[in-house]
């Protein structure tokens, strides 16, 4: 067999591709125009033929267990039709440009062979390195704010105009407030966290009722008929929208308490007061107190529990940020923060939940700018650490 015949299997769409960025010189960089794949393993020997630019080239760079050793910049790729790799080399990462129509990968080994199951099968285990198998292939419901919406137009970085920020209903509940899709934090889909898990894990999304701007404790915004409404995740309205066209999920996620901690008063992060008893009615839970974080936070888990026995609850705490990247905010948000996690994480082992603890995905406190895009919301690289995290943990 030839080498054109080798190139009849195209190989691109076995990878997982990160969009808006490359590697140079081993280090994940952002470039709006690019795609990239982390280092996948790779036989030394076997021979690389991919998308080029004619103008921009196309970048490769080669690993060994897991550490850079060298690359191939754009200008050292223009012309080139093959790459071998390197006998000291078990993995690469591939650079493709956008803008490049015909998108493709080719690998081989043999010259006299057709090696394609061989290498959908390495492939495999290298996409298995990321799949979770205890959320492989299940369905879920998102319980958020800002952080996890997604719908409309990609906002400008400019756009204050919040109110306008309506979910088109694609990915996100119809009319809520949204935050994303956002030019300066992440501009598409692909780039969320829940997304990034529902691929990874062939997960279905049920119900995404994230609303931006919400706190878990009772308050109203403004609907989408200008008329204010209850968003407060503690409240039935929002609770009733975890489920869609009469499907519940096999998983929530309860992804909140960012805007408790920006917008509330220390004196709301008191102690809970509310216990946690079985086989209250709903009319009794309705009239439990929700004064304070805890006590909002325990009674929207009850109800969840009452309302969706069959499914489970996967808490997530929040990540350290600091609105407008400021150091004055750094110490009453860390106190309301760092107090609202410790609440959330008795609360879940109270009620038997799985969390996961974002505080320890490392988006850092002090100048993590690199991941948070306007002091609070996520960027791209952001989204990956959460989702990253949340992939980790839950087993």
Do not use: H
């Given at each position: 067999m030839n080498v054109n015949e080798l190139y009849r299997y195209n190989f691109f769409d076995k990878i997982i591709w990160i969009n808006s960025f490359y590697y140079v010189n081993g280090k994940l960089t952002y470039r709006s125009d690019a795609i990239c794949c982390d280092p996948i393993r790779l036989f030394p020997g076997a021979k690389i033929h991919f998308s080029i630019d004619e103008n921009q080239g196309a970048r490769i760079s080669f690993w060994k267990k897991g550490v850079f050793v060298s690359e191939l910049s754009g200008n050292q790729m223009l012309g080139v039709d093959q790459v071998t790799i390197p006998d000291n080399c078990d993995s690469v990462s591939l650079t493709i440009y956008k803008n490049v129509e015909n998108k493709f990968v080719n690998i081989w080994y043999s010259d006299t062979a057709d090696d394609t199951e061989q290498f959908l099968a390495l492939l495999e285990v290298n996409n298995m390195a990321y799949?979770?198998?205890?959320?492989?292939?299940?369905?879920?419901?998102?319980m958020g704010d800002s952080i996890s919406t997604y719908g409309g137009i990609?906002?400008?970085?400019?756009?204050?105009d919040d109110e306008s920020k309506r979910s088109d209903g694609i990915y996100t509940t119809y009319g809520n407030l949204v935050r994303y899709p956002q030019e300066h934090l992440a501009t598409e889909v692909d780039d969320m966290w829940w997304m990034r898990l529902l691929k990874c894990n062939k997960m279905k999304l049920i119900s995404n009722e994230s609303w931006a701007g919400s706190k878990v404790q009772p308050h109203s915004m403004k609907g989408p008929d200008g008329q204010q409404i209850p968003v407060g995740m503690v409240d039935d309205r929002r609770i009733n929208l975890l489920t869609k066209d009469n499907k519940n999920p096999d998983i929530i996620f309860v992804f909140?308490?960012?805007?408790?901690?920006?917008?509330c008063e220390n004196d709301r992060f008191s102690d809970r007061t509310v216990n946690y008893k079985p086989n209250r009615t709903r009319q009794e839970i309705n009239g439990l107190c929700t004064n304070s974080f805890a006590?909002?936070?325990?009674?929207?888990?009850?109800?969840?529990?009452?309302?969706?026995p069959d499914a489970e609850i996967i808490c997530i705490i929040p990540y350290f940020f600091l609105k407008n990247n400021t150091t004055s905010s750094i110490t009453p948000r860390y106190y309301r923060l760092t107090k609202g996690a410790t609440q959330i994480i008795d609360i879940c082992n109270?009620?038997?939940?799985?969390?996961?603890?974002?505080?320890?995905?490392?988006?850092?406190?002090?100048?993590?700018?690199?991941?948070?895009?306007d002091g609070v919301h996520a960027n791209q690289k952001g989204q990956k650490k959460i989702?990253?995290?949340?992939?980790?943990?839950?087993?």
């Open positions: 799949i979770n198998p205890y959320l492989f292939n299940k369905s879920f419901s998102i990609v906002w400008r970085r400019d756009d204050d909140g308490g960012a805007n408790d901690v920006i917008s006590n909002a936070y325990i009674v929207m888990l009850m109800k969840i529990m009452q309302q969706y109270l009620l038997g939940i799985k969390y996961v603890d974002l505080r320890k995905c490392d988006i850092p406190l002090y100048n993590p700018t690199n991941y948070i895009g989702f990253d995290e949340i992939n980790r943990v839950i087993r």
